[in-house]
């Protein structure tokens, strides 16, 4: 890895955003993981190795969280610094020249409201390098089968917080599984539990958004 | 434990209670663990976005609280009738009202301006804020709660009568759509907390329940060492001891 991908790395592990950011303390007035971003592609760099780049990051962060080193507040700041890394890729994912992991449908199911869980989970997963497309909340199963049409090949998300509301999952895991039965579906929420998930049919269950990522990073190997 | 709030009654029937924002204070250590740090401490910086956010979501707050007290009507296994109106609140909720001989119908909110802000946050890619904000706003939603429980507890203690904890649709099997009766029993608009068709509340950073009142009661440390139901999905995530 180049100076600078290790630039780019370190910055994101560390959640250095850009140099106006404060975040960490030691890295203050520093350049961040825009300005290096920037500065590679003004170089030449291939978007690959950027990607590489961050995904290496991205590990690394993971596996403090996995090791309870780090929490969700900084597993957040590595994701909103990659995310700054994703813009400035954003071109060349769109040109077809470097291409996402595959696609993520996420939402929060039916009568549920609660969002800011899921939209951690999306933010995180999108900085991992998956598209990530967002139902919203209250996501009835229909909903969730449309995507998936549109989306072939996607692994689908669905949240939920109220424990009155995982009958609402259930019953979307299984529409799911009847009509989509290799659709991979990962629940997840409060109330959640890798018994509960099974015993619902789901592929996966995630605590947090780290795990969520460990899990459809498996699907691509 | 707070002094005694001042009440209002409302001829309509319920008890608005002042609650001014110096009765609630962010328990900071409630919200580090809340945020997921459970007994480690955030690490240098990340203190002081903390501390920061949060500050500047307790200034948005707007407290509002109040109650109306209900004869328990009837205690069955799987719920509870107060006000003409029957709760299928589930066999964890009534187990834990058994003896009580009246209910309180609690709701309080911080309003509606915290939860505005974490969703501008995080609209503006600032998901780590965005997070700090909306954890901060729940805990002090709870906080409010808290205040309210016990100033009814202290209340009720002189006249010789207990509280046990407090119960909300939503959780232990009481089904969130029970909102609607349990709104009904109270004037419209109460502490300016409406119901959305969904059930929920509206500001979201809200909460109602129901307390059980009556001699000898009291509330447990944590509900899940009252509660029988080994399969209970909340029963991993709280310590038992």
Known sequence: MSELMDKICLCIERGKVDKKAPYPPDMMNQDGADEYAREAIKAGESPDNILAACNTAMERIGDKFSRNEVFVPELLMAARAMNGVMEHLKPFFQAGNIKTKGTFVLGTVAGDLHDIGKNLVSMVVEGNGWKVVDLGVDVKTDKFLKAIEEHPGCAVGLSALLTTTMANMAATVKRIKELHADTVVIVGGAPLSHKAAKEMGADGYAANPQETVRILNSLVG | ?241
């Open chain 2, 1 to 241: 434990m707070n002094p005694l709030l001042s009440e209002h009654l409302l001829t309509e029937g319920g008890v608005i209670l002042d609650l001014p924002s110096n009765v609630v204070s962010l328990d900071a250590v409630a919200l580090t663990r809340a945020l997921g740090y459970r007994d480690a401490s955030p690490p240098a910086g990340m203190s002081e976005l903390i501390s920061s956010t949060a500050e500047e979501i307790f200034n948005l707050c707007e407290f509002r609280a109040g109650y109306r007290l209900f004869e328990l009507e009837a205690l069955e296994a799987d719920g509870i009738r107060i006000g003409g109106q029957y709760f299928r609140t589930g066999p964890i909720i009534s187990r834990q009202l058994e003896g009580a001989e009246q209910a309180a119908v609690m709701v309080c909110t911080i309003g509606a301006a915290p939860e505005a802000r974490s969703a501008q946050m995080i609209k503006e890619k600032e998901p780590v804020l965005g997070f700090i904000a909306d954890t901060a706003a729940s805990v002090l939603a709870e906080q409010a709660a808290e205040t309210v429980h016990q100033h009814l507890a202290l209340k009720l203690a002189a006249e010789g009568l207990g509280v046990t904890n407090r119960f909300s649709p939503g959780y232990c099997g009481w089904d969130v759509q029970e909102q609607h009766k349990l709104f009904r029993l109270l004037p419209e608009a109460f502490c300016c907390v409406r119901l959305q068709g969904s059930a929920f509340m509206q500001p979201r950073k809200s909460i109602s329940a129901i307390i059980g009142i009556g001699k000898g009661l009291q509330r447990a440390d944590y509900a899940c060492a009252a509660c029988a139901d080994a399969q209970c999905t909340y029963r991993k995530k709280k310590p038992t001891s």
